[in-house]
C-alpha cells in the first residue's frame, strides 16, 4: 500500500522555510503549494514529477480482521432512574415487559435495561 509520509514533509518544509510572522492558514496553503511543486525527479534522470510524490512510501501492512457480529448489551448504560426507567422491577401496575425481550421493565421506561429496545 502506497502511504504519504506528511511527517517527514512537514519537517522538510518547515526546516527550510521561515514562517515567523504567517497565520496557520498561510503556513498550510503554502506548505500545499510546496508539495504541489513540480522538481526532478531522483530515480529518473531528465523527467519531473511533483513533490509529494517523493514522500510517498511503499508500507505493508497486517491485515484487519473484521469484526461482522450481532451488537450485544453490556449493561453499562444503567441508571436507578431517569429515561431509562428504574432497575427495579416491582410487580402490579408500576411494571411492563419488553416489547422486544420480555423482561420486566419500569412502566415509565422508554429504552430496555437489557436489550435496548425502544419502548412503544
Same mark, same amino acid.
Given at each position: $500500500? /502506497?502511504?504519504?509520509?506528511?511527517? %517527514?514533509? *512537514? @519537517?522538510?518544509? $518547515?526546516?527550510?522555510?521561515?514562517?515567523? #510572522?504567517?497565520?496557520?492558514?498561510?503556513?498550510? %496553503?503554502? #506548505? *500545499?503549494?510546496?508539495?504541489?511543486?513540480?522538481? =526532478? &525527479?531522483? /530515480?529518473? =534522470?531528465?523527467?519531473? $514529477?511533483?513533490?509529494? $510524490? *517523493?514522500?510517498? @512510501?511503499?508500507?505493508?501492512?497486517?491485515?484487519?480482521? +473484521?469484526? &461482522? @457480529?450481532?451488537?450485544? =448489551? %453490556?449493561? *453499562?448504560?444503567?441508571?436507578?432512574?431517569?429515561?431509562?426507567?428504574?432497575?427495579? %422491577?416491582?410487580?402490579?401496575?408500576?411494571?411492563?415487559?419488553?416489547?422486544?425481550?420480555? +423482561?420486566? +421493565?419500569?412502566?415509565?421506561? /422508554?429504552?430496555?435495561?437489557?436489550?435496548?429496545?425502544?419502548?412503544?
Amino acid at each position: $500500500m /502506497k502511504v504519504f509520509n506528511g511527517k %517527514t514533509a *512537514a @519537517e522538510e518544509y $518547515m526546516s527550510s522555510h521561515t514562517l515567523t #510572522f504567517s497565520t496557520p492558514e498561510l503556513t498550510l %496553503t503554502r #506548505f *500545499a503549494f510546496w508539495l504541489g511543486d513540480i522538481i =526532478p &525527479d531522483p /530515480k529518473n =534522470p531528465g523527467q519531473t $514529477m511533483l513533490r509529494i $510524490m *517523493a514522500y510517498v @512510501e511503499e508500507k505493508d501492512f497486517a491485515p484487519v480482521p +473484521i469484526i &461482522d @457480529e450481532e451488537y450485544v =448489551p %453490556t449493561g *453499562a448504560i444503567r441508571s436507578s432512574g431517569g429515561i431509562y426507567g428504574s432497575l427495579k %422491577t416491582e410487580s402490579g401496575a408500576s411494571t411492563k415487559f419488553c416489547s422486544e425481550c420480555g +423482561i420486566k +421493565i419500569s412502566l415509565n421506561a /422508554k429504552f430496555c435495561t437489557e436489550c435496548g429496545a425502544t419502548q412503544d
